[in-house]
């Protein structure tokens, strides 16, 4: 067995429910390389997720994992963190999870700061309920509830994590794992909120009815279309068309919210 | 732990048969059979590149080295 | 319950046992009986084994899942494993041949017959396995006209296939002969 | 030579037949949110409304859904929000805001295993109670339970009737079975349908958008954007629509509310009794689970053991009056239902003693069989 | 010279009452959204908690309040959540979740008047069968009722023993006279209060989050970050906390949960029996209601009627045995509820036709009076 | 009365409920001027609020008026405007409604550029409860929820509503009334989705207990903070510090949601 | 409801008649009796007339609000308007003398005097209006004793302001004389 | 219409005395009287810039020109 799988997987709980093909299994393989590689203590490390097929992936994971209710995951790990900030607290989840339903606790735990990494699945669809469009669908794309093609704008859920004021913002596919692993580990780094968007490719209820073919020529297109922000930022307008930047959108230095609570009680504490 | 000391192996069991492994890999080492399952088809060629395991969606395919102590 | 049959239809996802349910269940309304058709759903039904259930009847159907099947089809092993019960099995097991059957099960008939080869070989497409499936089925049990369950299909597929489902049946008649 | 369906004949599942019936009662507006296992009726919703010039919008969550179809229905849309047990909460609060400003709205809960997320791909009836209790506060309740895909067709179009006359939310409560389940359903010809439509004002003059004459329940309604121009709110308001911190407007307004329906009981009403003239045991049911029930009684009936069934197609406004009547003449009221027990407690405050209450429930994510139910009867004997 | 009260005497309000018991029991996290008339609950807990090294945070709304409170519990820090009617709706789908998921939380409800919005600084006990009813499927349900400033500080306290002990959400549920009201309260001596922690394990091997011997009902919860690394979900799951399809450990699982009430009803249920023991007519009631109640037995006795109170303490569980037992020798029970009729439905169910039952309701923002009492009781002379 | 007054509020209904010095007023007398100056039809015009002080302005005006839930406002509003786009719609909230339980429908208004116009009164408090810290009160500052000085971080959010997707975003005063006025007029123009942040001041809730002295002090500090866009960027960083800037942040052309969706009818009416 | 007084407190906002009714009550405990006090609040409290109710008894208060105060205090012309209603009243007013009283009241005396003027004046700050107004209900009615009276104040107010508000307290006696 | 023709004017019903008008007043035209309700205590020193109307919170002070037309 692949030794990080060994280590930090609920090997008994393997094969995961994932369909033949979905990007969610390497995302959850990147999320443990990361934390072998900061040596963390799997005894303080919670994963929180809400629901959907990326909120699946804590149940194979072998740390203190809570699967939550839609679109909460990052508010009860707000609870956690805050009550118990020693603790590692991850939160993982889905375009519809944490954009849709979800989408206020991630703009306010943006806001306060909270040290909590988060990584998105964003397979631009609600994957568990069977294709319904999300708030990361492109526009003119095939869903189960956009059968004329959705007329929606998708959000760019990086980039609106750093306008609400995350410390740390980027994005990667599943095709660059290494890069994805490599950004995951940062994130775990930042004191502060941190989100990785993960794009992640969904065969079953996107990719058919979007006629995207294998789930390698879905690879594929992430090779051709996610390019480096600092590439993208190179090339020429008329170049840029089709293609989407990749890389750390924002790394910045803010105070951390459970550090600034701990300055209240010390303070509390001084005056007695 | 050098290349040559990794065994490429396989989990047939988790294998979903999705055939990325398959397509990505640089020297056309591996294949699915008929139940479409992953089958290591021409282990010689596999130059432990580890691109498989990387993208493999199901932990099926893996390089496994001296991992005594890890396993302690 | 006088006079009601029902059917477990099980493979994995994407070989077309759901339209083959409602063909089936359609064929039945077109003979005039009463038919439901159910289906396994959610992350139940992803990746892995899924079911469509038939039950066709003389009369007004009540209880509207199947229970104890009079007949239940397998294409895969893993849907075998987990729909072909010795709890709940009495009647006719049609399989695939390639699907082990625990010999602890107790069946009326087994009808284990090369259904995924006749379709891809003989028929030419994989995807029509569900067809043959249903030609079995029909020629096997009566439980619908064949001219009802022809007409199902035709009403039910897409337009410039009538004529490789009609041949899929047909092996499906042949097969189960 | 080909056989056909007849073309007013299809074979169709529960979510569907619900659509079908939305829009034959004049459908044109849809808010929500995908959830298991009632997913289906935003899907059919988003391929059907726009051909009728109607809309559909998948919002943010249920509780934007539900707040988006109270809009479309105030512009003088016939709206619909549907979700299963864990986005009914949510829906709670915006379900108050609607009774209490009296907005026309179909709700459909495809009902799935709970409590919380539970077993999402299996039915259940445990919201019948959240269907009547779970905002705050008191208001009336309209909640009806289709036993089958034809059921469902019908009872679509009446909770949209009963919606538009009363000026309230109306709720349709189905499961995971009949939800999905496929049967033929039978489309009657637009003439045999009977369509209701909200009363709306014909004079802007001295227009009182929640006054009513003596004895009338309804206030007329006129539409956004008609030059009404009114006051809505969620706060106790006087008849003018204004707010009103005054008990005695809050009381009348309650009351008026209360009676909608109190006071149109044998308007909205709705039960099957089946076999019940000579019988000594009722069995009572609704939904998916009434199916079970005519299973069971007409196994019981073949061994000769005098059982009916009392079916609520309303479950809420509850038929209190005829069951009190029935119960009288039985040795047993046997509840079956897919919940630990819900509607039973009903019944029990009901029946009193007269008749012994026996109770067949399970909440683990499988039908009750009819098996079941003959059981908890014949345990009595 | 200047008089002083004793120290451990104070006059305040409800609300501030329910906070000092709270950090009695040992109250260490609150998550919420600000609701008249709750707010206090936030502002107080905002002031005290970090004081005693506790954390508050104001939540985006009210589902992420209870949300991080929960997630805050999980770490072993006694939570509460506070809110009104119509946050306590919005609550709901997660208040499902830490019953399915077995988390100890105190949620307090200052009830006020609805529907929706309704009279949102006026009292009410109109969230009753919310409180009990709110989530979909069915689970058992703690829920308290205090009567006086005194008593919000005890019950506060029971109710984090409660959580703890039945590892299980528990709710207090007042009103916003009780909430808003000044009375003078006691604080007793810490040797005298009796505070419960949950049971934590202590082995790490084998350790199932949802497992239970025989018996017994309540398994034991290890606290995030210490090592134990399980699993918690709102599906249906098994022993080890991981989620189940199968039917048979869905039954085991809800029966257990619903057997932490029914089986432990000695030690939770609580009421109070006020000139009971001749009495003729039994007034039922909860709350800032029973006050009033009280007053109108006084009154009552000193005409010479023979009325007592039936006082529920803990309106879920309801205490039925005792009631019925009670019905059993009196003409009345009338039931007094700020409300149109909710535990009077209860009463109705339990008492059958053992007494004749009789209502005094009002939701109009004002509370009940004795003089409407008598005279309600008054009627059937 | 003053013409505005007569014309679009409803008279019978005022003294409003607002504390004496609450801007509240200010800023529904300058939504009244802005729809005087386009001469819209009062019949044709909607207004939608949540909960709150500012939720109460509806009440007030002469025109078809919704109180709904709190935070809710701009989903019963996407549910008017779909179902009657011929209407105007305007949302009025406070930056609790809009930007605390509200800020998901607010972000994805944005997203999807439904034409409707939001006006945030934003007094970065919680006026109607007693003087909760909101998302956008100042971090240190006082309130009953944050009796040792906030520790949140505030949103801004006129950029946050840019970056949600927003083809209209502005900012200002009710010190600065008629610039007011005529960034409303402006945003009630725009075809998509405008949002205008109005400042305003609440001495009951927020400014008593900030200490920031009489309603007409408050004035005058928004007349020293608050300085236009324009003339910020100009500014040297260091003379930045303790200014906030007003004006227009963003005002870009994008497809609009209703007239999307009317496209799909109209495609499926020519399929026919 | 032996020896129960119930009085209402009205004023305009700010004008601290909600610490008035707290300090009233604490006298009324510091006396052995018992006390509830209960206030507006919300909406209803913005701007505009605010109440403040209290019940002082010798036994233990069941039915906790004030219906036909023994009392009422009204310090502004919008609060007399509200909450001085001829349904109600039956005892004693206490106004200032700038309030108008709808001739249709009935009471049992009504004390006119310049509160807001004295505090203003005499004692120094507009502020103290309220403990001029405690001063003027204890002298008037011996609802609590002033020993206690004058420690509950001092229990509740700033350090440094002890003085002005005891010499508030004394010019509300000379004025209910 | 001409500054001239308009008539500054007060609602104290309205007026809940926050002192806004008075305080901007370029003029120091207004005041507050003993009951915190505005008046305008020095009319000729008016010069109808509007600035009270402008920031005024409740409508309490106004402008008002020959709107004969406008009433209609
Ligand atoms: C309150 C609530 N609403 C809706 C659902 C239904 N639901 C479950 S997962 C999901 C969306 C999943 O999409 P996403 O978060 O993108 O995850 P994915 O499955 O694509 O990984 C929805 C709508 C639910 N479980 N609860
Ligand atoms: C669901 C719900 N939660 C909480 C409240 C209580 N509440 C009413 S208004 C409000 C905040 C108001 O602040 P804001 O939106 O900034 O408006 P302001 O009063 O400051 O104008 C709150 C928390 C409510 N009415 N409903
Ligand atoms: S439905 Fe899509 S997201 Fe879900 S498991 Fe299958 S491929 Fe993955
Ligand atoms: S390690 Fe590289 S060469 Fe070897 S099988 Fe895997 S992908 Fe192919
Ligand atoms: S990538 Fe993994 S799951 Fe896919 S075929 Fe290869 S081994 Fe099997
Ligand atoms: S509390 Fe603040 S926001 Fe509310 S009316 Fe008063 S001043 Fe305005
Ligand atoms: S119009 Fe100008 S000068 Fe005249 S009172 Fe008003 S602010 Fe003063
Ligand atoms: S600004 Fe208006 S409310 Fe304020 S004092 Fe002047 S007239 Fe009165
Ligand atoms: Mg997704
Ligand atoms: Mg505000």
Known sequence: MNKYVKKYLRNDKLAHMWCPGCGHGIIMHQIIKAIDNLGLDKDNICVVSGIGCSSRAPGYMDFDTLHTTHGRALAFATGIKLANPDMKVIVVSGDGDASAIGGNHLIHACRRNIDITTIVFNNTIYGMTGGQFSPTTATNDLASTAPYGSIDRP???????????????????????????????EALQVKGFSLVEAMSMCPTSYGRRNKKGTVSDMLEDYKETYININAFNKLPLEKR??????????????????AEYQKIIDRLKGDK | MSRENLVLKVKPEWCKGCGICVHFC???????????????????????????????PDFAIYLEGDENEDEK | MTNQFELRLSGAGGQGLLLAGIVLAEAGILDDKFATQTQSYGPEARGGASKSEVIISDSEIDYPEV???????????????????????????????????????????????????????KVGKAIVANIVSLGIIVEATNVVSKEAMESAILNRVPKGTEKLNKMALESGYELAK | MKMKMKSNVQFVQGNKACILGALDAGYKFYGGYPITPSTELAELSAV???KVGGKFIQMEDEIAGIAAAIGASLTGKKSMTATSGPGFSLKQENIGYAMMAEIPLVIVNVQRGGPSTGLPTSPAQGDMMQAKWGTHGDHPVIALTPESVQETYYMTIRAFNLAEK??????????????????????????????????????????LPYGVKDGETVPKMASFGDGYRYHVTGLAHDETGFPSNSNENAKRLLDRLMNKVNHNLDDILDYEEYMLEDAEHIVLSYGATARSARAAIKQMRQEGI?????????????????????????????????????????VERVVKDNAKILFCGRADGEIITPEEIVETLKEEF
């Open chain 1, 155 to 185: 959000f760019d859920i990086a980039k609106l994590a750093a306008a609400a004021g995350a410390s740390y913002s980027a994005r990667s596919t599943v095709y660059h794992a290494n890069n994805l692993e490599k950004l995951i580990e």
């Open chain 1, 241 to 258: 068309e089709g293609k989407i930047e990749m890389g750390v959108f924002k790394n910045e230095t803010y105070p951390e919210y459970t």
């Open chain 2, 26 to 56: 640089p020297k056309n080492v591996l294949e699915l059979d008929e139940d479409n399952k992953i089958v290591i088809a021409r282990p010689d060629d596999c130059i432990k590149c580890g691109l498989c395991e990387l993208r493999c």
């Open chain 3, 67 to 121: 229970r104890t099947p009079n007949l239940t089809l397998a294409l895969t092993q893993e849907a075998a494993d987990k729909y072909i019960s010795k709890d709940i099995m009495n009647g006719i097991i049609v399989v695939d041949e390639r699907v082990k059957i625990n010999p602890a099960i107790k069946y009326e008939k087994l009808i284990s017959v090369p259904i995924m080869k006749t379709a891809k070989n």
């Open chain 4, 48 to 50: 059907e409304l726009p």
């Open chain 4, 166 to 207: 009363y000026r309230m939310p109306v709720m349709l409560m189905t499961d995971e079975v009949i939800g999905h389940m496929r049967e033929k359903i039978v489309i009657p010809n637009k003439e045999d349908i009977e369509i209701i439509d909200r009363v709306q004002p014909n004079e802007k003059e001295g227009y």
């Open chain 4, 306 to 346: 005098k059982a009916g069934m009392f079916r609520l197609k309303t479950v809420w406004p509850f038929p209190e009056e005829r069951l009190l009547e029935l119960s009288k003449n039985v040795k047993n009221v046997l509840v079956a239902e897919m919940n630990l027990g819900q509607m039973v407690l009903e």
